[in-house]
DNA sequence: CATGAATGAGGGTTCATTCAT
DNA sequence: GATGAATGAACCCTCATTCAT
């Protein structure tokens, strides 16, 4: 059984298909790449118990057992997603961030906002599908191998309100656990019910989202409208 | 077959439980009334598709098959606990509001807010379970039967929003529909990941949640501190 | 689900179907009887890898779902079997034993030879079926659940054995272990291949079994045509 | 397709291994014979239905589908095992029965008893796997297609006991049929349960077999601790 | 000569659902 | 009003088998 490294998997998403057989080398690695994204997409609107095989198979292109040359099992399919989901959108941010480590804790936290929502909103199945994860529906052989990379996750947004904090720029009787809950739902919810056509642009509910949570934090006041994390997130 | 009226159900769980046994006259009444609790309980914490009838059942002490002869199916049934969940808390919240006509909006904001967080924190599985219902593994009838005390639910939360944004404390550049997600999806994120003995004290996330989010909706900066809608919330 | 003392399987084979009802009381008891005759007599022949769910179900006149009312699994079903037919078969040994209590050792050997080999060739699939698991394509699990019941059914044997030893009957140079495999391996082959029509009387494979068995195993030189233990096996 | 008589691999085994590469020629017969010795091996403990191809294959060091290179299914894999074990056992047995051609058939039924219990409890896999197909997990064809070689080694043994019954050495009241079985059957049964290092020493069993069932079935008093065919048995 | 990749049939098992009692 | 007993659809997964390379 082939298995690719989950980096790999996890930003191969944003890349154009035409030459994964140039670099992935390979039928199997392929068709990897193509289960992983159907059940990413059936992961996305059906949760792990409504996930079927064999839609994933379907969407994939292939019969069910052929599942089985490449995972394990049906956990293990899942977890990938839900892996490779988290690590995009850690990895994605943490490099957003990185071009933007000399702008004040908000500025910061804007942009992570505007990073967060767009590749949830608009890129990809494997946010979304760790996204739904949230219901308890994921068994907890799931849960395990998920874990490390969702506090991974949760520790760059702790990290983010910590800074702030420590700016001085939180509000009082503000907890920042609270804070940070309330943050990352306040996004997934919103990334959770745009659908495209019928919702305001994007680029409102970045706005909306930015100033809203921004000025919920902080007592600074600003206008977040001129600031843009767009072109550091096609970096992976 | 006995069929009650979904209102019944719905509104009867606001209601003292002395009197059931008059009004609704008997066994099969109280049976119903166990089998609607014991569903909420497990959707509250497996979603639709991983609740099974026997679990239900047997938290109601009954065989999976009594079900069938108070509801037609799984999808009835779970359909009767979301509307049951989705008209206590907005009868709750409409007469906590009610209670508050005169406030101004702000303030009516600060007070749903409370209102909402404590309804699904700390009282009923029936609000725990229409939250989780957001995951996409409702089915579509179920879906369709939920469908008009959702609008009813989110209505009185456009309304609130509706008369901030009409007295002019609504910050610009806020969407106010998508301000309106970003709460109920700030506030239902909360309560999901607020668990008992672990998370800090209710009372404190209500003031996190009050401060962050009305301050990040409107430029009034004031202390939210003193307000408590526990009293309106004991109605119910 | 209803579960049926083994031992009154074990024995109910023997018994007269018609009283069913008025003994166990009940549908279920009846099928869960039903479905073990029908995992005998597949086992039997299949052996435990080789039976189909649905070939028992068919056999019993049920769907293959619902073996799992009455068993937790296929495995829990061939462990009954096995269980069953090993503890007939100890019990009908051990009541006819108990009636030539008194007879010297080689007798209640021949005694012996003449219950097993009646017992196998003639009634009960159960006795044919764990007969068979002696292929090594029983599960551990299945093996842990019979190893107390075929540890006290070689037990049985062991002590026949012994007794001929301490009474001097035995030959030198007979290891009393390799006599007990070689006795009962011996038996199952002629049960095994014993095919009615095809193949000498019952009677005539017991003689020569005791013949052949008996003198070869001690000095002693008589003529076992005369004993008889077929009225004894009829108790149980 | 490159297919083999059977009949030359059945013989091949007995024949030293230093020349096969000279002989057959090339990688493709060295793989086959490793094939049906990984087979012999995996049928020996797990019987036909327990085999998979992949377990084979993991044996023989290569991947399932090369199997079908060299047989056209898995029934033709397991019936070359099957007959190559029955002739290497008749030809064994044959051979060794040549080289005491004037003993008297008690003689020489103890030197067959000691043949065939070396065999397949020491020497190899190929017997082992036809003595557990005894067990009725192999389909029909297969056992068509092993029935003349069966047939062949019975007939060995039946001519063997022929001899003494003419003799006049075989006690009356023997059906020559049943003894045969029971033979064969209890020889199996030996070497089925005989484990290395927790049984008695393969001499000892021996003895004790031949002790037992020639004794038995003769009234001619013999100590045969004298007898010894493992010269013989070397020959192959 | 062998593998990589995939297929299809089928097996055990779960679960919503039914129906006689 | 509820249970006991059973059904049937569907799901996960295994395994013999195929075929292009």
Chains 1, 2, 3, 4 share one sequence.
């Not at 994204?37 to 996305?44: E, H, P, R, S």
């Not at 052989?141 to 490390?148: I, N, S």
């Not at 994007?202 to 767009?230: H, K, N, P, Y």
Request: hydrophobic share 45%; glycine share 6%.
């Amino acid at each position: 059984m082939v298995k690719a490294k989950l980096s790999t998997v996890a930003t191969s998403n944003t890349q154009t298909s035409s030459v994964k057989s140039f670099e992935t080398g390979g039928k199997a690695a392929a068709t990897r790449r193509r289960l992983l994204d159907a059940a990413a997409l059936v992961l996305a609107d059906k949760g792990f118990t409504g996930m079927r095989l064999s839609d994933v198979g379907e969407v994939a292109g292939v019969q069910a057992p052929a599942i089985y040359y490449h995972f394990s099992n049906k956990e293990e399919l899942a977890s990938e997603v839900f892996v490779a989901g988290l690590v995009h959108c850690r990895v994605t941010l943490e490099n957003t961030l990185k071009a933007h480590e000399d702008d004040d804790p908000l500025e910061r936290l804007a942009i992570a906002i505007d990073a967060h929502l767009r590749m949830s909103v608009r890129q990809s199945d494997y946010a979304r599908a760790w996204i739904h994860r949230i219901a308890g529906d994921v068994p907890a052989q799931v849960q395990e191998l998920c874990q490390p990379d969702e506090r991974a996750y949760a520790r760059v947004w702790a990290r983010l309100i910590g800074e702030a904090k420590e700016a001085g720029l939180l509000r009082d009787d503000i907890d920042p656990k609270v804070a940070q809950q309330l943050l990352i739902g306040a996004l997934n919810a919103l990334s959770f019910s745009w659908k495209a056509g019928r919702s305001p642009s994007v680029d409102a509910v970045v706005l909306s989202a930015q100033q809203i949570l921004l000025s919920g934090l902080s007592f600074e006041e600003r206008d977040w409208s001129t600031i843009d994390a767009s072109e550091a997130s096609v970096v992976s």
